[in-house]
């Protein structure tokens, strides 16, 4: 057509660039060959530093150019005035901000910033901080600037006040912001703890990270705000967590239990330790006992749960008392128990519902608190009542409340958060057991029997066993266990074990339980000798129901359980 | 003679159609844009504040003469008049004429000011009592194009303008004007009041638009602008905040995510209820269907929106009337929230400098790819092939002869050749320079869009918008405030008593709120109103209308578009301009640009220091 633009057609375009970038590709090669040969005759020049500064600039993240240029520096450091270092470095971090537009992500740029910001004989930090702003003003996610802030808020000795500031700004333009969150959690603490608040002991201990209830309360509005904004954002419901959750639980000895028969001392910790030779104290009758520390299982080189043999015949005798103390030097904890005369065992153990063991990781100095912080979740779930976060977040406020009054209302919300998040459906499930069995482990000690049961109730895991070290009778049938993980071997007083209607296939927990007198796995997937051999290491074993396991279905099964199994005298097949 | 009359033109576009124009330039059409101001754009223009005040002083009309010598063989005459779509003009002003005088002699001054407000006002409320009495008057004259003797435009505006005059020639040194401080700054004693003189000394600073209007991020006029490449020509600002009107205060409407989660005004559960709701609405669901036909405002009560959540909804987000339906309502609400987040937290854009540079924009793209430009060059009249019913030729304002192969011209110049008359609607303008900003902080830095409910029963809803210093568009220390609505009455009469109370003037009480130094009424024909079809024109004539009142660019893109297909059917509606470097010049190869340049390792780069609220459509 007439009058037309004529205009570079898409193969003449190509070319050109091609060409364009083939000279490139020559100069580039030619420059970063020159660096190499300079740097080995230990040339440590200006044009060297204009060369690398040019490769850099197309290719910051060429790491030997930047350390090839940290070697002139440092020997430029050497020989100049500080007034002409302090230009040079000047200068160098100029060139940074352009290589820093490049590409915002290099590992090189970013480190060499922090390296020449370090060296500067009069940093201005000020001006790192607003650079660091601008970039997290492009890319609030951006990692290696967050790293570099850290340095320069370090050594700029920002007030945590202003840096709290700054994350409420960084949280008000967006609020998906994990590193906005995670900081705030790192500020907190430090603001608003000031040890003459708290009474000495607590300023003392150092897993106290808690927030004072002012700011706590505006905390709660702030990340309420996220979460009703946006219900679907994990990034606050995180953050929400961690408010709600309490402090470390202190390391200490719960509980002591010793065996006259067995002449066995089993020991639980509050947390899985490494118990070392020489850590662990046993004293009896105000004499140091030494003794060689086993945990309930081979598997494990941390436990909760720790036994030692006595030498034979040291508290057989029943017409003897005996007073036990076992000291765990490293954190001062001890425990103190007396076997009477004519009992065959004796315990000393801190009750969970005292310790609020079970309130799920979230406690709050005030009840009142955790109460409007449930009724604005249910406002909320109301609203949103498919919401998988709001949901979760509602059972952990019911369970650090009161987990048993709540129980229906948990089991309901579970039901419905399988169904909504089905691709979790199995971490629910295990949570759930989880929340189950700390509430029979409740109930149990309400009613101070040595009875536990949680029968039918879909368990699909089994947990919390430390607990269990003075249980006799456990009923676990009609639920979904697969296994008795080695953790099982913590039940150290077992007699009876139902399991009868899960699918359980390996008994690896049945490991040395001196006790332990009858199995019932009737209805389950045991399916060959092998299965049942750890039952060997359990010496008091009498009576065993493997029906309904395909075990059964083996040729000459009789036989071979009463060669494997001799002590075994009722078998039900 | 002319350089341009010899030849022949396939499109002479006459005034402000320069989409169209560049449209066409850019396919190889040969195109004369001619147009009778001094300016581009026509009331798509923007001023400076002298500039303005000149085009207050022109707005008059010109005289028709006959033609009919130059007439040929077998051709008949199309007279076109040159009426002007503006009414009631307006202009007051509240800052004293010279720099601030000395406390002393405030008092004794004041008193000058009032009587000498007092005639003015009178004479105004005249003026729009006369609205229905030009409408009628409008038609006669159009019907009798051929004597405009006395154009009725000067009939109607002279004499408020010369009730004003005293003002805008205050400022020369011959008049002699007692010096007179509007207000005297007793509640603020220490910031000095910007003068009028101030203003005309910066005058150079406004670039005042006499359309109000926003670019919403994803509509024709921005998608249009990247794809043509035009975008290149100018730069855009986002519009920072959305505010509202209501119970007597302006507030911030919360429309992103983040200003949801940040509203102070919202509760938690306010908060849910609205995320919940945009989220909702994007999608087309079957409940919505159920009230279509029914009030929007309907819709939203029984969404169980509480009362804060209907106002922001209905008009700040949908920016409807309580009585629109729900399906308008609802897709203006998925308009807007379509256009959220491109560019930044508001759905608008305005370009620096002012809306006057888009239409400039599009005239460079036509000059490129080599339309000519006449300003100040008028056009008479048609020249109609008698057998074939085209136009041949038009004659220019200089008496030449032009022959072309099509017309485009506005409605207005044709006006008396529509078939059907139907009465024009108008719309109500206000312009007014204030000094502060009417919410929060007088950074600069914020351009709001402020969205006003009708403040009595029957009382149009306005459109505000207040644009910063940072928008090029106004001196530093003042805003720029643009009011536009759909007349009711005179614009003085439909935008002055919601000015008084927003801000302050002589008339309002309350000096909390901004000041205005001075301030422009007028009433200019709604374009959406105008019919560009039913014309007794030949078939190569093309009207388009002029400005409407809607706050985003559709009509005219689409109606341009519209106006191309039917020029050039089988083309391409602005393909992409290349770039400079790829376009091949005669022979075939670039320009030699000397020795070549030593190529360098550096790569582009954006520069991470240039302002990031400007935003570029690049992409």
Redesign the interface.
């Known amino acids: ?8 057609s898409t193969a003449q ?1 190509e070319e050109e660039k091609r060409k ?1 970038r083939e ?2 590709l020559k ?2 090669i030619a ?1 970063r060959d020159g660096c190499f040969t300079k740097r080995k005759e230990g040339v440590f020049d200006d044009e060297a530093l204009q060369l690398t500064q ?2 850099l ?2 290719n910051p993240d060429f790491a030997t150019l930047w350390n090839y240029r940290r070697e002139i520096l440092m020997h430029l450091e050497t020989v100049k005035e500080v007034d002409e270092v302090q230009k040079i470095y000047e200068a160098e971090l100029l060139f940074l ?2 290589c ?3 590409n915002p992500k290099s590992y090189g740029s970013w480190h060499h910033r922090s390296w020449v910001s370090a060296r500067l004989p009069r940093p201005d930090w000020a001006r790192e901080l607003s650079l660091c702003d ?1 970039c997290l ?1 492009l890319d609030d996610r951006n990692f290696h600037c967050w790293d570099y802030r850290r340095m320069v808020v370090k050594m700029f000795n920002v007030p945590v006040d202003q840096e709290l500031k700054f994350t409420d700004r960084l949280i ?4 998906s912001n994990y590193s906005s969150w995670h900081y705030r959690s790192t500020l907190l603490p430090l603001l608003h703890t000031t040890a003459s608040e708290l009474p000495p002991m607590q300023a003392e201990s150092p897993k106290s990270n808690r927030v004072c209830e002012e700011q706590l309360l505006k905390e709660y509005e702030l990340v ?3 979460f ?4 679907n954002d994990q990034s606050a419901w995180f953050y929400y967590r961690w408010l709600l959750g309490r402090a470390e639980l202190e390391e200490m000895i719960s509980c002591l239990h010793v065996s006259r028969e067995e002449e066995q001392v089993a020991v639980v910790f509050s947390r899985p330790v490494n118990v070392q030779s020489g850590c662990l104290l046993l004293v009896l009758d105000g004499q140091p006992h030494a003794v060689e520390w086993k945990s309930i299982h081979p598997r494990f080189k941390h436990s909760p749960v720790w036994i030692c043999n006595l030498p034979p015949g040291t508290i057989s005798e029943i017409s003897n008392e005996h007073n036990l103390t076992v000291h765990w030097t490293e954190k001062h904890s001890r425990k103190d128990c007396t076997l009477f005369t004519g009992h065959a065992e004796s315990w000393c153990q801190d009750s969970a519902t005292d310790q609020e063991l079970f309130r799920s990781e979230l406690s709050v100095e005030k009840n009142s608190v955790l109460q409007s912080e449930l009724q ?1 979740v249910q ?2 779930q109301e ?2 009542p498919l919401n998988k976060w709001c949901l979760l977040t509602l059972i952990l406020l019911m369970r650090a409340l009161d987990p048993l009054s709540y129980e229906k209302e948990m089991l309901a919300h579970f039901q419905t958060l399988k169904e909504v998040d089905s691709m979790r459906s199995a971490y629910y499930s295990d949570l759930c057991s989880k929340f189950m069995i700390e509430n029979t482990i409740l109930k149990m000690e309400y009613a101070e029997v040595r009875v536990f049961s949680v029968s039918d109730k879909n368990l699909s895991t089994l947990c919390h066993l430390d607990q269990l070290v003075l249980v006799t009778h456990i009923n676990l049938s009609c639920n979904q266990l697969l296994c008795l993980p080695p953790q099982f071997a913590m039940l150290r007083c077992l007699e009876v074990l139902e399991a009868d209607n899960n699918s359980i296939g390996n008994l690896e927990g049945l490991y040395h339980l001196p006790k332990l007198e009858a199995v019932i796995l009737k209805d389950n997937k045991i399916a060959t000798l092998a299965d049942l051999e750890p039952l060997t290491s359990c010496p008091r074993l009498k009576r065993l129901d493997l029906r309904g396991n395909p075990v059964t279905q083996l040729a000459n099964v009789e036989s071979e359980l009463a060669k494997l199994l001799p002590s075994v005298l009722d078998l039900l097949l | 003679m002319c350089f341009y009359s010899k030849r022949e033109y396939l499109i002479v576009i006459f005034d402000h159609i320069s989409v169209v124009a560049a449209a066409c330039s850019r ?4 195109v004369l844009h001619l147009d009778r101001r001094s300016y581009y754009a026509a009331n798509w223009a923007s001023f400076t504040f002298n500039g303005l005040l000149s085009w207050i002083q022109q707005q008059q009309v010109s005289e028709t003469q006959d033609w009919c010598d130059l007439l040929e063989e077998g051709e008949e005459l199309i007279q076109l008049s040159s009426q002007s779509s503006i009414r009631n003009l307006q202009v007051f002003t509240y800052t004293s004429k010279e720099d601030e005088v000395e406390e002393a002699s405030a008092d004794s001054v004041n008193t000058t000011e009032e009587e000498q407000h007092g005639p003015g006002e009178t004479r105004c409320a005249v003026g729009s009592e006369r609205l229905s009495q030009e409408v009628s008057r409008t038609h006669h004259s159009l019907q009798h194009m051929e004597i405009p003797a006395e154009g009725f435009c000067s009939l109607n505006i002279s004499p408020i303008f010369q009730s004003q005059a005293t003002i805008t020639e205050g400022a020369e040194p011959e008049a002699e004007q007692p010096q007179s401080p509007a207000i005297p700054s007793q509640s603020e004693p220490s910031r000095k009041k910007i003068s009028f003189a101030q203003l005309e000394k910066e005058g150079r600073r406004f670039n005042i638009d006499l359309v109000s209007k926003l670019m919403y991020s994803r509509g024709s006029l921005v998608e249009l602008l990247i794809k043509s490449n035009v975008s290149r020509y100018a730069e855009f600002k986002k519009v920072s905040r959305i505010l509202t009107y209501r119970n007597g205060e302006v507030e911030q409407v919360p429309c992103t ?2 200003d ?3 509203s102070r005004q919202l509760s ?2 306010e ?3 609205l ?2 709701f945009l989220t909702s609405c994007i999608e087309e669901k079957d409940d919505q269907s159920a009230y279509n036909g029914r009030p929007y405002l309907e819709f939203l009560r029984d969404q169980k929106l509480g009362e804060n959540l209907q106002h922001f909804l209905l008009y700040s987000i949908a920016m409807v009337t309580e009585d629109t339906p729900t399906e308008v309502g609802l897709a203006s609400t998925r308009n807007f929230l379509r256009c959220l987040g491109r560019y930044g937290n508001t759905p608008f854009l305005f370009p620096l400098y002012g809306l006057g540079e888009i239409p400039q924009c599009f005239c460079r793209m036509c000059a490129v ?2 339309g000519i430009y006449c300003l100040r060059h008028s056009l008479r009249c048609l020249l109609l092939d008698t057998a074939t019913n085209r136009c041949k030729a038009v004659i220019d304002s200089r008496g030449q002869r032009i022959s072309c192969s099509h017309v485009l011209l506005e409605e207005n110049y044709v006006h008396e050749r529509k078939n059907v008359a139907t009465p024009p609607r108008f719309l109500s303008r206000a312009v007014l320079i204030t000094d502060s900003s009417l919410h929060g902080s007088d950074s600069e830095q914020e351009v709001s869009m402020v969205t006003i409910p009708p403040i009595t029963e029957g009382a149009p809803a306005v459109k505000m918008v207040e644009l910063s210093s940072s928008t090029m568009t106004c001196m530093s220390g003042t805003y720029l405030v643009h009011l536009n609505c759909s007349s009711v009455s005179s614009a003085y009469q439909d935008l002055s008593p919601l000015i008084t109370t927003m801000f302050s003037t002589p008339e309002s009480h309350d000096q909390g709120r901004p000041s205005v130094l001075w301030c422009l009424y007028f009433n200019m024909e709604d374009g959406s109103a105008m019919e560009v079809e039913g014309h007794d024109l030949p078939s190569n004539v093309y009207v388009c209308s002029g400005p409407d009142g809607e706050l985003g660019h559709e009509h005219a893109i689409t109606q341009a578009e519209l106006i191309f297909h039917k020029i050039l059917p089988e083309e391409d509606f602005c393909p992409p301009a ?1 770039n400079p470097e ?3 010049y005669d022979g075939g190869s670039a320009p030699s640009s000397g020795p070549e340049e030593e ?5 582009e ?2 520069g ?1 220091d240039s302002d ?1 609220n400007t935003v570029f459509l690049f992409f």
Do not use: C
Not at chain 2, 27 to 30: A, D, H, M, P, S
């Open positions: 057509m007439h009058g037309r633009v004529k205009v570079k375009q364009e000279k490139k100069i580039y420059a040019q490769l600039s197309s901000e352009s820093l537009k490049v601008r003003s008000g333009s967006n609020f309420q705000n996220a009703f904004t946006d219900p604005s406002q909320l609203l949103e | 396919v190889g059409q040969r995510r983040a949801v989660f940040a938690v559960v908060k849910r209820k995320m919940r790819f080599g290349p790829d376009i091949l190529p360098s390792l550096q790569l780069v954006e991470l990031w």
